[in-house]
């Protein structure tokens, strides 16, 4: 059973009762559910994922001190470790994970405030540049189960993904860095022999391509070592994941360098495709470049899109 689902019995079997019978005072204020770091959150865990920071476990989320106090909260969070040590085989952790606490008891907005910066999530346009896509998608994943306030669920819309300017910004200068590295840069270096540059110039266009698809589906790419699975679930374009996975995995003899060389252009005509489909580019042609600057100037406003097209990458 996977650690979501795992989280969700034990919050109805144990963590839901012990909130209504000794916490309705401040039921309608509270959200609880299972979001942020860990693979658990994305639903990519496996067995090998338990053999470390793995749990039952679950969030409880509270507004700040204005509407519940510092008492209350300090009693919620020891009702929360009052729960069961071990549950479906699984036992809780007795020592916090690297990077700080995941489960139990938590202020909105102090949340939101470690995980991006900022209490209330609300960002003007150099603030977006600067967000971290991986915080972004650990902001957003997992499920939240029920949310009496409404808080936490209008900032989870708030952020679900980029506003279309920050999008069109990032995917312009991932398309112009898969032209650079994919399609002009790879063969050159191949036939300068540098077969070492050349695997780099492949890692850079798998890196920018990944990013692309997630773009055009309106999702954020979580931390690397999730990106191709992440990749696979799409709804558009999961396929790029085995083109680019042969890309940066095998060797550069001189027939893969040929297939290579078709793939590069294969996943550039999909993406080309895609781009159109959305009508996100005016240009007509298989170089990404002018697909670049074609999605950057349809960019609305003028700042974003005067600002150099690699700035948002």
Not at 173 to 192: E, I, P, V, W
Request: include cysteine; charged fraction near 25%; charge should be negative.
């Amino acid at each position: 059973m996977k650690g979501l689902e795992i989280s969700k019995k034990y919050f109805e079997e144990f963590g839901e009762k012990i909130i209504r019978d000794n916490f309705s005072d401040i039921l309608p204020f509270l959200a609880c559910g299972l979001t942020g770091s860990g693979s658990e959150c994305f639903g990519y865990d496996d067995d090998i994922s338990r053999d470390h920071d793995f749990e039952p476990g679950f969030c409880i989320f509270i507004p700040d001190e204005s509407v519940v106090d510092r008492k209350t909260a300090f009693r919620l969070e020891r009702a929360y470790a009052q729960l069961p040590k071990e549950f479906m085989g699984v036992k809780r952790q007795l020592m916090a994970p690297v990077g700080g606490q995941r489960h139990g008891v938590f202020r909105i907005n102090e949340y939101y405030a470690e995980k991006l910066g900022a209490p209330d999530c609300r960002f003007d346009i150099k603030e977006w540049f600067t967000l971290p896509e991986e915080a972004l998608a650990e902001s957003v994943n997992g499920e939240i189960f029920f949310d009496n306030y409404g808080l936490i669920t209008d900032i989870r819309k708030r952020i679900s993904f980029y506003p279309s300017d920050i999008k069109m910004k990032k995917l312009a200068g991932h398309l112009l860095l898969m032209a650079q590295s994919g399609q002009y840069n790879y063969s050159r270096c191949m036939a300068h022999g540098e077969t070492g540059a050349a695997q780099l110039s492949l890692f850079e266009f798998a890196k920018s391509a990944i990013s692309t698809v997630f773009l055009l589906n309106g999702k954020y790419k979580p931390f690397y070592k999730w990106s191709f699975r992440a990749l696979r679930s799409l709804e558009i374009l999961p396929r790029a994941a085995d083109y680019l996975e042969f890309l940066i995995s095998s060797d550069n003899s001189k027939e893969n360098t040929e297939n290579k060389q078709v793939i590069i252009e294969t996943t550039a005509s999909e993406i080309i495709d895609e781009l159109m489909r959305q009508n996100l580019t005016s240009a007509i042609c298989g170089d990404l470049e002018k697909h670049a600057y074609s999605v950057n100037d349809k960019i609305e406003n003028a700042e974003i899109r005067n600002m150099h097209i690699l700035s948002a990458v």
